[in-house]
């Protein structure tokens, strides 16, 4: 958790349904943010496959996501490949959650 940056501001809980996945783009980064049963989650927001697919476009289920185009499955929540052992993780983010509002912890 980085102490040195304030957290930046995503939006209400309320604007994510739990099940799914929004692009959230902040100076020029794009992230995932989860709402799952278990709470919200951020990843990078692009696939390490070569097309570099937008994760926001993967498939959710459960814990895991499925990208769109390489088909490689993650855990959304350590980051860890499931499908392919030998590939890079992804980079995860801590989110803050209060009073109802969600924030991304750079």
Do not use: W
């Amino acid at each position: 958790m980085n102490t040195e940056i304030e957290p930046v501001h995503i939006g209400q809980e309320d604007d994510i349904d739990i099940g799914s996945v929004e692009n959230f783009e902040y100076e020029e980064i794009d992230y995932a943010i989860f709402r799952l049963d278990s709470g919200f989650f951020a990843t990078q927001g692009h696939c390490n496959c070569e097309d570099q697919t937008f994760l926001s476009e993967s498939n959710v289920e459960g814990e895991e996501l499925e990208c769109a185009s390489c088909g490689n499955t993650y855990s959304i929540v350590s980051g860890d490949p499931l499908s392919d052992l030998e590939l890079s993780p992804l980079k995860i983010y801590d989110i803050i959650e209060e009073d109802g509002e969600i924030f991304l912890n750079l």
